[in-house]
């Protein structure tokens, strides 16, 4: 098999599902039955009078294996459609992280300092405190999170991806 | 349709309405408001197993040998694990099945309820689809949208769970015409600019080939047709998965036989070396192709499938179509018609020359014996005492099982039923009893070891039952044969709990169940008893004491190419397997 020699790329998944019991653990046993990687996943309804849901899922594999993955997703009796918005459109992509950070003087000067820088916002504050908010793609809240850890960083609460295509067109 | 009827009523009405006569099940606690209403009807005809994987191979043998759906009715908890063996089964082989399990009343579920399981949880990964009716109202959308499911697309098996107060409750019925999918809907056509690329390849061939399984059968016999007069037309050699013999007579000289593991000489060979490979509805299964490196090295790959995952699944291909076969056959013929050009009549020469120099090797040929039974020999003589009549073959898993697909031929399609994808032993018996109630009057053979066919033989209760005449069969060679065949290979001979000791007397225990048994030793009594066994107006047993040590072959080691393989009348066993091989199963 020519797998070994296929490069290995990260790619956003979007899938719209019946939003029915169930369908998530039909998802997510996929994954797991077939040896395939999630490195985030994001679920929630997003039409309310067709009772649909959005799956996003980021996973890293090699193309044949992307291509396994679609082509497995669209299998599954629920699911409506599967788009890998990375190789099939231009995408936007976002993440929410919840941010704790504990420390005292030039720290906690410095971490309010570098929150601003990254336009995050501080929603929980105590003397020895904050819990930032940020948004912004996977990079960036990386980056946020890796300046935080010397300046007392304790706690991290992701979202996971959420990606839509640009332009006017519906998926 | 404005009249409410419990929901136990709609389950037997939309069957009803779905065509369906058999039922294989098993009574219990949750399903007692179904088996009461089928208590009260006569439409329907309830076969009852003696254990709940009994059914689903009933059913799994009844779909094959139809082309319609199996249905298998069971209770809560064990009636639903037991049966999930069954739904492995016929998710791996694309069996179309519905299983209707019951569940505990719906306030009950999560409470760890006496026989409750979590039956979707478990049958997730083992089914097509699976349904937890929560509601009375959405009873027969379910279970006509089950049917659709099953059977339409790449066929598999569906679980319905319903919990017991669903049965009692009253609800509104639907028909199967006003129920449509929103989501579910398999492409049938091929795209016609991939089938014009494959007639390309398939008219510029030097050495071509078709390889074809299971897909074939499940399309139909219209499927079927269609192989034959494009085989005939392009004059190509063609072989076939174990799943898909039947689908091509192997009585025609363009048959080379099965392919894969121990498929022949001819037909790996023809694998190995052919320039363009035409699989349709076979999955690159790892029997066919042993070590992925070397499967046909120089060919370009066409690949017929309804199943889009199949596509690049395993082996990537050059032209692939996704799209029910006899559809696709059908168009492809039409092209190929069309066009002027047409295969190389002295490469195809060249080519039948050289397969006809790999199948003088006689790769099938074994050493007979006056004093014992060849196992070979006697699957032959049930061939040569059995062909041209009305017969079905069902067969357990293991040596046995690949001498029948080797030394007993198929004309037709739908005649061969045997576990390929899971190898589940104990498929036979419940398989020849679900055949035999879809065509009571044919002839009905399990193919058995005697290892295999202990895993399920309570149902010959059934057959007896039912008065269901199926012959089972048994090449007793009082081993596991296929285990201590691959001991031999690659663990020393060490022979670590493959015999089969204290067995049964198996013409006593055919007496003790109401059957017939029968015994055969030498060579020179076996045809009387195969005659006799034959004749015989019931279930027999029929005990055939074969030569203990006999191997099969040809055989491809794991971790081995098809031009690589093992065959009987060179080295036997005597080879060295890499490491990476011996990992393979």
Same mark, same amino acid.
């Given at each position: 098999m020519m797998s070994e020699e296929q490069p290995i790329n990260t790619h956003t998944i979007a899938a719209l599902v019946d939003n029915e019991a169930g369908v998530l653990a039909r998802v997510i046993g996929l994954f797991s039955g077939r040896g395939?990687?999630?490195?985030?996943?994001?679920?929630?309804?997003?039409?309310e009078d067709e009772h649909m849901s959005r799956i996003t899922i980021v996973t890293t594999a090699t193309p044949q294996v992307i291509n396994q993955i679609k082509a497995q997703l669209q299998r599954l009796v629920p699911v409506h459609r599967v788009v890998d918005l990375t190789v099939e459109t231009d995408s936007v992509e976002r993440e929410l992280a919840l941010v704790k950070v504990t420390g005292k003087g030039n720290d906690r000067v410095e971490a309010l300092r570098m929150s601003e820088a990254f336009r995050a916002r501080v929603i929980d504050a105590t003397p020895?405190? !904050?819990? !930032?908010?940020? $948004?912004?793609?996977? /990079?960036?809240?990386?980056?946020?999170?890796?300046?935080?850890?010397?300046?007392?960083?304790?706690?991290?609460?992701?979202?996971?991806?959420?990606?839509?295509?640009?332009?006017?067109?519906?998926m | 349709m404005s009249e409410k009827l419990t929901g136990a009523q709609i389950v037997l009405k939309a069957l009803k309405d779905q065509g369906v006569g058999h039922i294989f099940g098993y009574p219990g606690g949750a399903v007692l408001p179904i088996y009461d209403e089928i208590f009260q009807q006569e439409d329907i005809e309830h076969i009852l197993v003696r254990h709940e994987q009994g059914a689903t191979h009933a059913a799994e043998g009844y779909a094959r040998s139809t082309g319609k759906c199996g249905v298998v009715l069971v209770t809560s908890g064990p009636g639903a694990t037991n049966a999930v063996t069954g739904l492995t089964d016929a998710l791996m082989d694309s069996i179309p099945m519905v299983c209707i399990t019951g569940q505990v009343a719906t306030h009950l579920i999560g409470n760890d309820a006496f026989q409750e399981a979590?039956?979707?949880?478990?049958?997730?990964?083992?089914?097509?689809?699976?349904?937890?009716?929560?509601?009375?109202?959405?009873?027969?959308r379910i279970i006509h949208e089950a049917f659709h499911v099953a059977t339409s697309g790449r066929p598999g098996p569906v679980v319905i769970d319903i919990p017991k107060d669903i049965q009692f409750n009253l609800g509104k019925y639907v028909k199967p015409?006003?129920?449509?999918?929103? @989501?579910?809907?398999?492409?049938?056509?091929?795209?016609?600019?991939?089938?014009?690329?494959?007639?390309?390849?398939?008219?510029?061939?030097?050495k071509p080939l078709f390889y074809t399984g299971g897909g074939v059968i499940n399309s139909g016999p219209k499927a079927s047709q269609l192989l034959r007069e494009f085989v005939k037309l392009t004059g190509f050699p063609i072989t076939s998965t174990l799943m898909g013999l039947g689908s091509f007579p192997s009585a025609d000289n363009q048959w080379l036989?099965?392919?894969?593991?121990?498929?022949?000489?001819?037909?790996n060979l023809a694998m190995h070396d052919c320039d363009v490979m035409i699989n349709i509805g076979a999955r690159f299964d790892d029997r066919i192709t042993g070590l992925l490196e070397k499967f046909a090295p120089n060919s370009k790959k066409i690949h017929v499938d309804i199943d889009p995952s199949s596509i690049n699944k395993n082996v990537m291909v050059d032209v692939g179509i996704v799209g029910d076969v006899a559809h696709v056959l059908e168009d492809m013929l039409r092209v190929y018609k069309s066009r002027s050009s047409k295969p190389d009549a002295a490469a195809m020469k060249a080519w039948w020359a050289e397969i006809e120099g790999w199948r003088a090797r006689k790769c099938l040929a074994y050493t007979p014996d006056?004093?014992?039974?060849?196992?070979?020999?006697?699957?032959?003589?049930?061939?040569?005492?059995?062909?041209?009549?009305?017969?079905?073959? $069902?067969?357990?898993?293991?040596?046995?099982?690949?001498?029948?697909?080797?030394?007993?031929? !198929?004309?037709?399609?739908?005649?061969?039923? @045997?576990?390929?994808?899971?190898?589940?032993?104990?498929?036979?018996?419940?398989?020849?009893?679900?055949?035999?109630? /879809?065509?009571?009057?044919?002839?009905?053979?399990?193919?058995?070891?005697?290892?295999?066919?202990?895993?399920t033989m309570q149902e010959l209760s059934t057959a007896v039952q039912y008065r269901l005449p199926i012959k089972i069969f048994i090449l007793n060679n009082e081993y596991m044969g296929m285990v201590r065949q691959w001991q031999e290979l690659l663990h020393g001979g060490r022979y670590s709990s493959s015999y089969s000791e204290a067995l049964p007397d198996f013409?006593?225990?055919?007496?003790?169940?109401?059957?017939?048994?029968?015994?055969?030793?030498?060579?020179?009594?076996?045809?009387?008893?195969?005659?006799?066994?034959?004749?015989?107006?019931?279930?027999?047993? !029929?005990?055939?004491?074969? $030569?203990?040590?006999?191997?099969?072959?040809?055989?491809?080691?794991?971790?081995?190419?098809?031009?690589?393989?093992?065959? /009987?009348?060179d080295q036997g066993l005597d080879v060295e397997v890499s490491d990476a091989g011996k990992a393979m199963v």
């Open positions: 395939y990687n999630i490195d985030s996943l994001t679920v929630a309804e997003v039409n020895e405190s !904050f819990v !930032f908010e940020i $948004t912004g793609n996977t /990079a960036k809240i990386d980056a946020f999170i890796g300046l935080m850890v010397p300046l007392g960083l304790q706690e991290v609460s992701r979202t996971g991806v959420a990606a839509i295509a640009r332009g006017p067109e519906r | 979590d039956t979707v949880g478990i049958t997730r990964p083992c089914t097509k689809h699976n349904y937890l009716v929560k509601s009375v109202d959405d009873l027969a015409e006003t129920v449509r999918h929103k @989501t579910y809907q398999p492409q049938i056509k091929g795209d016609m600019e991939a089938i014009k690329q494959a007639v390309d390849l398939i008219t510029s061939a030097k036989g099965m392919l894969g593991m121990h498929g022949t000489y001819e037909a006056k004093k014992s039974i060849k196992p070979q020999y006697a699957v032959e003589r049930l061939y040569e005492l059995t062909k041209g009549g009305d017969t079905y073959i $069902t067969t357990e898993v293991g040596q046995h099982q690949m001498w029948a697909a080797q030394y007993y031929r !198929f004309e037709d399609p739908n005649r061969w039923m @045997t576990s390929g994808g899971l190898g589940t032993m104990g498929y036979g018996i419940p398989a020849a009893v679900g055949v035999q109630v /879809a065509h009571p009057k044919s002839l009905v053979i399990d193919i058995a070891g005697e290892a295999s066919v202990q895993m013409v006593k225990l055919a007496e003790a169940y109401g059957a017939t048994g029968i015994r055969a030793e030498t060579p020179d009594e076996l045809d009387d008893a195969i005659k006799k066994m034959i004749a015989t107006d019931g279930p027999v047993i !029929f005990d055939c004491i074969v $030569t203990k040590d006999e191997n099969c072959f040809p055989m491809i080691p794991s971790g081995a190419a098809h031009n690589e393989m093992l065959l /009987a009348d």
